[in-house]
């Protein structure tokens, strides 16, 4: 995969959590930007290291999928990106008032529960960078960075913009797996 390739990857993997971040930024008052850069970076650190996991789970896998591997990368993508899609056009308001709940309690334990569910699906992703040959270092740090800095522009931004662009950057997201997916199968079957 090229730089621009993981670049959009990246960016991808981390629109779900800027969409909760958005909603989160809602229910704040205000939020200082240290404290918007600590979850960020929370959530940052969670989102590089589940890549990694996956990586290394597809990586032992390779040696018995190797002749279809891009097949799995495409399924998973595709399976990822219609998730996010169908996610994002669940009803807003519902998921605005459940960070709102969330992020009444403030605590470590709630913000890391909420950093792993929003990058179990970077774990499957892990796993279909391990199928493509990607350098994993490179790409589990460039989606913990674009995730960083999306969890924390979203919470400074959140009261400003609303849940809706939120949703649409989720949507985004899933548009953007579903063409790497498309375009891995498409680089190994015209080989």
């Given at each position: 995969?090229?730089?621009?390739?993981?670049?959009?990857?990246?960016?991808?993997?981390?629109?779900?959590?800027?969409?909760?971040?958005?909603c989160r930024g809602i229910s704040l008052?205000?939020?200082?930007?240290?404290?918007?850069?600590?979850?960020?970076?929370?959530?940052?650190?969670?989102?590089?290291?589940?890549?990694?996991?996956?990586?290394?789970?597809?990586?032992?896998?390779l040696q018995y999928i190797e002749q279809?591997?891009?097949?799995?990368?495409?399924?998973?993508?595709?399976?990822?990106?219609?998730?996010?899609?169908?996610?994002?056009?669940?009803?807003?308001?519902?998921?605005?008032?459940?960070?709102?709940v969330a992020s009444s309690k403030k605590?470590?334990?709630?913000?890391?529960?909420?950093?792993?569910?929003?990058?179990?699906?970077?774990?499957?992703?892990?796993?279909?960078?391990?199928?493509?040959?990607?350098?994993?270092?490179?790409?589990?740090?460039?989606?913990?960075?674009?995730?960083?800095?999306?969890?924390?522009?979203?919470?400074?931004?959140?009261?400003?913009?609303?849940?809706?662009?939120?949703?649409?950057?989720?949507?985004?997201?899933?548009?953007?797996?579903?063409?790497?997916?498309?375009?891995?199968?498409?680089?190994?079957?015209?080989?």
């Amino acid at each position: 995969m090229s730089f621009w390739t993981i670049l959009l990857l990246a960016l991808a993997m981390s629109t779900d959590a800027f969409a909760v971040a958005i909603c989160r930024g809602i229910s704040l008052k205000s939020i200082p930007f240290i404290d918007a850069l600590k979850v960020g970076i929370l959530f940052g650190v969670v989102e590089a290291i589940t890549p990694l996991l996956g990586w290394l789970i597809g990586y032992i896998a390779l040696q018995y999928i190797e002749q279809w591997d891009h097949w799995v990368v495409f399924g998973v993508m595709l399976f990822l990106g219609l998730n996010m899609i169908y996610n994002s056009f669940k009803q807003t308001d519902d998921n605005c008032q459940e960070n709102e709940v969330a992020s009444s309690k403030k605590s470590f334990l709630m913000l890391v529960f909420t950093a792993i569910s929003t990058s179990i699906d970077a774990f499957a992703v892990g796993v279909g960078l391990a199928l493509a040959s990607v350098n994993i270092c490179f790409a589990s740090t460039m989606i913990g960075i674009a995730t960083c800095l999306m969890v924390t522009f979203g919470l400074l931004l959140g009261n400003k913009m609303g849940c809706l662009i939120g949703k649409r950057a989720e949507f985004l997201g899933g548009l953007v797996l579903i063409m790497i997916g498309t375009i891995t199968l498409y680089q190994h079957l015209s080989n």
